[in-house]
Nanobody
Framework: QVQLVESGGGLVQAGDSLRLSCAAS????????MAWFRQAPGKEREFVAS????????YYADSVKGRFTISRGNAKNTAYLQMNSLKPEDTAVYYC???????????????????WGQGTQVTVSS
């Protein structure tokens, strides 16, 4: 089984930046994508960004393109989300997730991910 731990959330003002971190441990697959999703109160969990095993492919939701950057550490069990120019509408609980065995990054549905972290709160004030 896999455990994911997110960190880096907090309370910031609009226009500020945050960097979220995710570390996976346990019995991960030999190759897997990692992603960030977010969920605001009363709303469905939505895709934010994903990255392939190699780090060579990334995908972003239209709402965050140009502002957020997903990356993967040399240790492949880590992922980061650099969030710049934050807006109040970015306020949500941000979740890290990992897929089963795959070399691709084009996984944007919640049901494509096998494991989820507990989330980290990001609050952006105006």
């Amino acid at each position: 089984q896999v455990q994911l731990v997110e960190s880096g959330g907090g309370l910031v003002q609009a226009g500020d930046s945050l960097r979220l971190s995710c570390a996976a441990s346990g019995r991960t697959y030999s190759a897997y994508a990692m992603a960030w999703f977010r969920q605001a109160p009363g709303k469905e969990r939505e895709f934010v960004a994903s990255i392939s095993w190699s780090g060579g492919s990334t995908y972003y939701a239209d709402s965050v393109k140009g502002r957020f950057t997903i990356s993967r550490g040399n240790a492949k069990n880590t992922a980061y989300l650099q969030m710049n120019s934050l807006k109040p509408e970015d306020t949500a609980v941000y979740y890290c997730a990992v897929t089963g065995l795959t070399y691709r990054a084009d996984h944007m549905r919640t049901d494509e991910y096998a494991y989820w972290g507990q989330g980290t709160q990001v609050t952006v004030s105006s």
